[in-house]
């Protein structure tokens, strides 16, 4: 059997953008990888944050590999650790617009992660989404 057809992958750099304030990655742990078949397309990785500045509001993981198709909206399986005290259930996640969009579940309602965010918390990230 040959390779399969369509199938294309790499690296993967995001950038963790707060809606103010900001989040450095760790330089060994700032990478994922991505695949790509046919239109689907998955990202992975593990994320070590190096340093923050008074991060607030939406925390959107941006730079994904393909741009997502406009409209269509998927579901980001993201787990971490090493949080504010905040941020005890549940961490979520969707592919909307340009980015994974981080929340944390509490109360029955969708929070901002980036306020719980410090130097060493942890990230993991598996998204699958559809492009053009």
Do not use: D, K
């Amino acid at each position: 059997m040959g390779p399969l057809a369509g199938y294309t992958q790499g690296i993967w750099s995001p950038t963790f953008s707060p809606a103010t304030g900001t989040i450095t990655l760790a330089p060994a742990n700032s990478t994922g990888l991505w695949s790509r078949i046919g239109n689907t397309v998955t990202v992975v990785g593990h994320f070590i944050v190096q340093s923050v500045s008074s991060p607030t509001g939406l925390l959107s993981i941006t730079n994904l590999p393909f741009a997502p198709v406009v409209g269509v909206e998927s579901a980001a399986a993201i787990t971490g650790f090493g949080f504010s005290a905040g941020a005890i259930t549940s961490i979520v996640g969707t592919v909307s617009g340009t980015a994974v969009q981080a929340y944390h579940y509490q109360a029955g309602a969708l929070n901002a992660l980036s306020v719980h965010v410090i130097a060493s918390s942890n990230l993991y990230i598996s998204a699958t989404y559809i492009t053009a």
